[in-house]
């Protein structure tokens, strides 16, 4: 707590002030805004379609990630994740709240989905399948410090995601 407070440069007491449930409410707080941040980019990745079909779709959020990957010297990555790895273990609230960030990003992905002709069922199911991969290849390139991961689940994921899609 007392590095997020020097890193924000603010005085001592502002953390309590803001944040009264303490390390439990800021992580959580921390856990909506990923979830809702996440949504966001999936719906910025299909605005920013050229030609828009599923697999284009996964292939620019993961370019999204991909960037602030390098930008940030692999140390960045999903916050989602390093939450759950983190805190959600120790705290109930705080697995219902990572939960329900999941839920969000996994609910935008199936709405974008569904707009690109994806089927509800099968939507849902790979939105499940598109964070996983995501997820675990940004994991697998800061450890390798090396992109091909993102590059793969990309390139395997393709021709799946697109054969989804049923003519209207």
């Known amino acids: 707590m007392r590095e997020v407070v020097a890193h924000a440069k603010a005085p001592r007491g502002s953390l309590q002030h803001y944040f009264p449930g303490g390390k439990e409410q800021l992580f959580g707080e921390a856990v909506d805004w990923a979830g809702w941040y996440a949504a966001r980019r999936a719906s910025r990745a299909l605005d920013s379609l050229a030609k828009p079909k599923p697999s284009a779709l996964f292939a620019a959020m993961v370019g999204q990630w991909r960037a602030e990957l390098v930008d940030l010297g692999y140390s960045g990555g999903c916050p989602l994740v390093a939450t759950v790895a ?5 705290s109930e609230p705080l697995r219902e709240r990572a939960s329900a ?10 709405a974008a989905l569904g707009d690109l002709g994806v089927p509800r069922a099968r939507a849902e199911s790979l ?35 697109d054969s989804a899609v049923r003519p209207r």
């Open 86 to 90: 983190e805190v959600a273990a120790e």
């Open 101 to 110: 960030a999941f839920a969000q990003w996994r609910g935008r992905i199936v």
């Open 127 to 161: 939105a499940v399948l598109m964070i996983s991969a995501l997820e675990g290849a940004l994991v697998l390139a800061r450890a390798d410090r090396d992109l091909a991961p993102l590059d793969t689940v990309v390139a395997e994921l393709g021709p799946v995601l």
